[in-house]
DNA sequence: CTGAAAGCGCTTACAG
DNA sequence: CTGAAAGCGCTTACAG
């Protein structure tokens, strides 16, 4: 049934170059000739055989993303922005779930390079990317990170602007007063980093001093949203409640908030009344609750996006080799208001 | 940098079929032989060039996804599912996004198609799939269709337990004395007309008749779970429950119950005092809810999986081209309690 | 146990 | 404007 571009030349009566010309418009072919293939073409049903193309050409068209946590619908937007800047220009996304296990990552690293890729988005499930050189020594393909920012391996980033974001959440609450907030983040890494500095920031030009008291982080461990319901944060957040004056909660990632907030209803506290709640993340279940609830919304789909545009560019500008060009964008988060403030 | 199988089979003293034989385990070796040649690629860092395998293989090990809508958890889990099931056995995914449009799932299959793919499983936007008749008669790829039943053309098919899955939540509410029930699906179609049969058969056993004005669909419009959420729907249940005696409402998938919940929470309904609440398909944002909502659950990850199985076997069977022997596989649903009942 | 050689189906200098 | 031919880097009958 499938038929090849030598069958297409011989019904055509002319060489197999020939119909390749026409097919791929790289040269100049006599308007007669051209409808000689283009008939044969349609007439066999042709259509060329990408496993060919792709070994004489040295490309696969196929970008893979090697994502921390795919459960999570942040990594999933995410995604989506990928894809659909990658679609743009023909190539296709290749996905790989490490569910937040480094060996996972590695793992899916190493698959896709067994298979044939021409570029790679990582959103790592930890900073620590060094393994990245050895595997890419003789790979060289382009890497761009998402989420985080790798240690041990260059390659253009993409982050949410998580200091800013942070900081005009904790203003939103200083400027209406209060003064005992607590920070609560699933894990500690970079990005959680530069939220902690936001919210130390946003403390101290509201002049109020940091209480170490106040700030609790969930381990490493693996997590999933389900999981978090009633783990580590969940258990944070009834100390601060129980046993601490707080009057407001800022929590600072959606697996976080999880907890966070089941403890919350749970308890019977009042939001806003008794204490006031904001989360970093966004999504369409925040107005589902009661009261609905503030968020410093990312851009997930923008990130993916961005990070897509990042591959792209060093297939057309020829810069995969020029590691001093490697680029930081950061993409702006928006604070929402609900009424948990 | 990169090295071809020619330099390893030089740099051990033997020819390229020798290299390929110890690399594949495809011929036994002396050991000797295989030492050397070990060596020499471990030297060279060599690896196969999946490019030139595949073509001479005359495979990918690629599967297309296509997602009726990418931005639904739904489907995100069923591609978690599926992912995890082809990497078992060393396939991977490439993930297209319709967007709940026709035409960009039919340009995604293009796309697949004339990038290299083994197989192909859909979640399709709509029942029609006669397209795929002419788009794969000369890919004779096998295809698996997962959460809608195809018409026009056939392939194994994974659904959920619908109709068992509605009866029994409506038998929950009929067994709690509701009479007046009404059932809300976002869009008509094979699966949600499976949900409405049970609908109906719960009501039948319970001796209560059916009430035409208590059942309300959406468009077949593209749809976001955010502009549903004061969209058709909402207008619906904002009619039932001013206008109608309905004590009782089952929302028959998430899309729907985004829009559903969002009046109810609006309007100031208690539920489930004065109206209680069922929703088809669960997610973890279900109990942050006040109240928790109660749930048929339906199972995604699983379904990914079958649907991976499914075509996993037509390869190692070789069943690709027997037509007779395509599978319906049924994946149970759930009934998860919760205060909205 | 090992190798020479065909061939997967294309694209692209090169020649005319 | 068109074609003959090399070659991308493998795998696999076939021969010995």
Known sequence: MKSSIKEVAYLAGVSIATVSYVLNGTKKVRPETEKRVLDAVKKLNYHVNPLARNLRKGESKLIGFVVSDFSNYFYQEIALGLEAQLAKEGYRLILMDSKEQKENEIENVKNLLSGAIDGLVIAPTTEDCSYLRFLLSNHPIPVAFVDRRPEGFEGDVVLATNEQGTYDAIKVLTDKGHKDIAFLGS??????????????????????????????????????????????????????????????????????????????????????????????????????????????????????????????????????????????????TQFIERNSV
Not at 273 to 297: E, G, K, R, Y
Request: glycine share 6%; with cysteine.
């Open 187 to 332: 894990r500690m890494d970079s990005t959680m980093e530069e939220r902690l500095v936001g919210y130390k920031k946003g403390l101290q030009d509201a002049g109020i001093s940091v209480n170490a008291n106040y700030i609790r982080f969930g381990n490493h461990e693996s997590v999933s949203q389900r999981s978090l319901r009633h783990g580590l944060m969940y258990n944070h957040t009834s100390d601060l409640i129980s046993n601490y004056k707080i009057t407001a909660i800022f929590s600072a990632n959606n697996l976080a908030t999880v907890g966070v907030f089941s403890c919350i209803k749970e308890s019977g506290v009042k939001v806003p009344h008794d204490i006031a709640f904001i989360t970093f993340d966004d999504s369409f279940w925040l107005t589902m609750t009661s009261p609905a609830i503030a968020a410093v919304a990312q851009n997930p789909e923008e990130m993916g996006r961005v990070a897509g545009r990042l591959i792209l560019e060093r297939f057309s500008n020829s810069l995969s080799t020029r590691k001093d060009s490697y680029q930081e964008v950061r993409i702006s």
